[in-house]
């Protein structure tokens, strides 16, 4: 194996290490012999990440209360300049990971491979694959000089699985003085209380577009996902539209879903949506254009209105409860 | 390029000091915007490189009108001050950022090169660093979140890399408080509120303004505005550091992905509905 040592940049909520950062840890461990992780959190973390084949923890210090972007990567471009840099840095396409990403890419003066979906090996580097035109082209990129690869990898582009590892062993990496770029600081933090299954754990997920015409008929979707034990999403266009919160989007940007069932209501299918759930394993579509890019996709197409489909849907699933 | 970094000691000082504490005495606003193919038009790749065609006419990124909503904003509340745009292009091509000058920006310095062509992000906000230099004093700079054609994601936290500034990305309200920068930042929960010193690098997400019509008056008053046009070479950056050239990444695979299998399409005739009812029993969702 010629890629020797991955860094797998961890986050963690509490103690509680991201999904995200356990499935690359599956793919990372693949790839390399040795596969370590960076974290703002510290030891915490070392029998959950050693458990899916993590060795080693390096423990950024000293982060409490900043935006992680700067220290994170300050303390990985010093060890990189010492000389004990791994060959490739994962991390998740998240708040933080792209943070991490951008800087550590100026530090390093190398570029980020973004959007990867799956990693493979060509000429003796490792390469990512990143999917474009809503997935129906795959390109694979890979670096042309030898410095340390940074690659930002797609949420559910792996699955993740424990490789029964012991807890990994724990190590100090410290932070650069970081001048103005280190200052910026959280001061108070904001929960958004939601009911109902998350959009990435929920089995089905029901989703509404442009093609509702107006924020009101959103309550359509809430109420079809809410018969499903569903959660809601949205397309791009409404989140910009301002009819939900950026939280609801579903595709390039926003969440990446699998569900077992996917129903988008008044969608047609933008690159920018369907790449956020074209890996769901049922897809339904309503919409009136039947030229719609969601039907290429969808294994039940309904070529109508959703302001008439999903009130009688609803009345139906209504009365079967 | 190598002396990009030595320079960035040196923009510090070129950027404006912060306005003293509690005097609204206007503030600069920087914004990146990007011109794109309509999105409305379907992408293609060209055969020879790979990359993106961006041959057709460019429009102003809808993620970056927020951007410029949002400063002609912050600027209006500091009460004085201007926005001022920065581009670039391959072909020197005004029409997005006659939009946002429309709109109310002041004046924009367009990078235009053929240069430019190909180049990855880092190449990207390595020029939109110079240029933004070249625009003047800025207390706060803004980008969107990301391109709606390039997907990366990662230029605003290298643009304040090699400005040498603190950042806060995904931003959804920005407020000013003397030199304080306070930001509610989006975040997988809910949102942050983080804060730092002016000037910084602030990305907005879209949909938290609402990006004002450009008024007639606002798209005559466009055509007169200045539009500083500047080569690579102006800007003091070596053209084969950018560019395909500059890039550091190459494509070496284009594959078609896997393509599902199509379904069954229907036209609703009023029992559209029952079919998705079966569906969902099938799948034992009901």
């Given at each position: 194996m010629t890629v020797s040592k991955i860094w797998v940049l961890a986050e963690a909520t509490d103690g509680k290490v991201a999904t995200t950062t356990l499935e690359i840890l599956a793919k990372a461990r693949e790839l390399a012999d040795t596969v370590e992780v960076v974290t703002a959190s510290g030891a915490e973390i070392a029998a959950e990440v050693g458990a899916h084949g993590a060795t080693k923890v390096l423990a950024v210090g000293g982060t409490e209360g900043k935006l992680l972007g700067a220290p994170l990567a300050g303390a990985i471009a010093a060890a990189i300049a010492a000389g004990n840099g791994p060959d490739a840095v994962l991390m998740a396409t998240s708040y933080t990971g792209r943070d991490v990403a951008g800087r550590l890419s100026v530090k390093i003066d190398a570029p980020v491979i973004t959007n990867v979906v799956d990693l493979v090996e060509r000429d003796g580097r490792l390469a990512g694959v990143e999917p474009i035109f809503g997935g129906v082209t795959d390109v694979i990129t890979k670096f042309t000089t030898d410095k340390v690869g940074i690659f930002l990898v797609r949420p559910k582009s792996f699955a993740a699985e424990e490789s029964g590892g012991a807890a990994a062993s724990v190590e100090e990496l410290s932070v650069p003085?970081?001048?103005?770029?280190?200052?910026a600081v959280v001061t108070s933090r904001f929960v958004e209380e939601k009911t109902g299954p998350s959009l990435d754990e929920a089995a089905v997920v029901v989703s509404g577009g442009r093609g509702l015409g107006e924020k009101d008929n959103y309550q359509l979707v809430e109420d079809l996902a809410k018969l499903l034990q569903a959660a809601p999403g949205a397309s791009r266009a409404i989140v910009d539209a301002g009819w939900v919160p950026y939280s609801y989007q579903v595709g390039q940007t926003g969440k990446v879903v699998k569900p077992t069932l996917y129903i988008a209501a008044g969608i047609s299918g933008a690159t920018q949506h369907l790449v956020g759930?074209?890996?769901?394993?049922n897809i339904i579509a309503i919409n009136k254009d039947a030229e719609a890019p969601i039907f290429a996709v969808s294994d039940l197409g309904i070529v109508g209105d959703v302001h008439k489909v999903l009130p009688k849907l609803i009345e139906a699933l209504q009365a079967r409860s | 390029m190598a002396n990009l970094v030595a320079e960035s000691e040196f923009l510090l000082s070129v950027l404006s000091e912060p306005q003293s504490q509690g005097m609204l005495l206007g503030m600069n606003v920087v914004v990146c915007v990007k011109q794109i193919p309509d999105p409305a038009d379907p992408g293609a790749l060209d055969p020879q490189t790979n990359t993106l065609k961006r041959d057709g006419k460019l429009i102003l990124d809808e993620s970056d009108s927020y951007g410029v909503e949002m400063a002609l904003q912050l600027v209006d509340t500091a009460g004085g001050g201007e926005v001022t745009l920065v581009s670039m292009a391959p072909n020197g091509e005004v029409s997005g950022l006659r939009t946002a000058l429309a709109m109310g920006a002041a004046k924009a310095v367009l990078v235009s090169d053929p240069a430019l062509a190909g180049s990855d992000a880092l190449g990207t906000s390595k020029v939109l660093a110079k240029a933004i230099q070249r625009a003047g004093e800025a207390d706060l700079i803004l980008t969107a979140t990301e391109s709606s054609d390039g997907y990366t994601g990662v230029v605003p936290e290298q643009i304040a890399e090699l400005l040498q500034l603190p950042s806060i990305t995904f931003a959804k309200e920005i407020t000013i408080e003397g030199n304080t920068l306070k930001v509610q930042r989006q975040t997988e929960a809910g949102y942050d509120e983080v804060e730092s010193p002016l000037p910084a690098v602030v990305s907005v997400t879209a949909g938290v303004v609402e990006p004002r019509y450009p008024s007639f008056k606002g798209i005559m008053a466009a055509k007169s505005k200045p539009v500083d046009q500047v080569t690579v070479a102006d800007l003091g950056i070596d053209p084969s550091a950018v560019g395909w050239a500059g890039g550091g990444q190459e494509i070496v695979e284009v594959a078609q992905a896997e393509a599902r299998a199509g379904g069954t399409i229907v036209e609703d005739d009023g029992e559209g509905f029952q079919k998705i009812v079966d569906l969902l029993a099938e799948l034992k969702v009901i």
């Open positions: 003085d970081l001048g103005a770029t280190g200052t759930m074209k890996g769901s394993k | -």
